[in-house]
């Protein structure tokens, strides 16, 4: 008689099976071609109770089961000040999964809801998130973080960065903690979609929590007339004609050629084309080169009066 599977070994056998396609391929090829996890590795896998974060967890508990490359797991739930019944179906759900939930609590509900919802208390409470989950991953031996953000995540920031921010900027899959030295925040899950994460819940029939902001309580009409909401739409409109739309985002953001914008940004600074072109101009007015218009001129008048 065969053994009866629990729900957790029923939801990693969909992964190795009907989504190993769309989830654990497209996790395993950013695990290799970011080179997020190193052998003696510490992570912790931050778990806020949505989707994305549990399946984040999951996969890099499978992962760790059978990787040749030795590294340890902490997951690392942070109640920012949840209701108890949010409280209680998050840890369920880490139950269920038979994810070993580590439960740090802080009062960042408390301090955002003081700002208001006319202030910063979105931007604030993103902040003082990220930081209590580095200074508890740190006091807690890790040397990273994992996230649960997407490929999808990633094409819309993109968007919503030119659309509304006036500025091209993506997301990485790793990047270096600015404030908690030591600190690497890595995101696993940087080539899943989310279309197929939403269908690993409803093959599962797994209930995540979706919002659990005290100023978000009702989700469907908060994000109706988000931003996010908008790119969403919008990129769904383009696939119609355009099936690869995201894919291409995607890939332009591996592939841009700095030379052909007018401007640009790295590491706090701002550099503008003319810097280059002034130097490759000085260049060619030093080699004797043929310069055009004015700037033929100009050398014929410096080499004059020299």
């Known amino acids: 008689m065969a053994r009866e599977l629990t729900k957790a070994q029923l939801v990693e056998q969909s992964i190795n099976k009907k989504f190993h396609k769309t989830l654990w391929r497209p996790f395993v090829n950013a695990l290799k071609q970011y080179e997020l996890i190193q ?5 912790a896998a931050c778990i806020s109770g949505g989707k994305d974060s549990f399946l984040n967890a999951k996969l890099l508990q499978m992962l760790q089961r059978h990787s040749d490359v030795p590294f340890e797991l902490i997951y690392l739930m942070m109640d920012p000040g949840y209701s108890p019944e949010t409280r209680r179906q998050v840890e369920a759900m880490g139950k269920l999964l038979e ?9 960042i509900f408390a ?15 993103a902040r003082m998130r ?4 580095y200074s508890k991953a740190r006091e807690l031996g890790c040397n990273k973080i994992a996230l649960g953000h997407h490929f999808s995540d990633v094409i819309e920031t993109t968007l919503m960065g030119m659309f509304y921010g006036s500025q ?8 270096h903690s600015t404030n908690f030295e030591g600190m690497t925040l890595i995101r696993p899950l940087y080539c899943v979609h989310e279309d197929s994460i939403l269908a690993w819940c409803r093959y599962n029939e797994l209930d995540f929590i979706r919002c659990a902001c005290r100023f978000t309580q009702n989700c469907d009409s908060e994000e109706t007339g988000s931003k996010r909401k908008e790119i ?14 995201e894919q291409s985002i995607f890939h332009s953001i591996h592939k841009v050629h700095l030379d052909t914008f007018p401007g640009y940004k790295t590491d706090g600074e701002e550099y503008s084309f003319l810097e280059k072109f002034r130097e ?3 260049r060619r007015v030093g080699t004797g080169a043929r310069l055009p218009g004015c700037a033929m001129s100009c050398a014929a008048n410096k080499e004059r009066n020299s």
């Open 232 to 245: 969403k739409e919008l990129i769904a409109r383009l696939r119609e004609t355009n099936p690869n739309i």
């Open 111 to 125: 301090v955002t809801e003081a700002v208001g919802k006319d202030g910063d208390a979105c931007y604030l409470c």
């Open 99 to 107: 994810i070993p939930l580590t439960v740090f609590e802080t009062d």
């Open 168 to 175: 091209l900027q993506a997301m990485l899959p790793m990047l």
């Open 130 to 133: 990220r930081g209590s989950l």
């Open 280 to 282: 490759e101009e000085e």
């Open 39 to 43: 052998p003696g590795d510490r992570i």
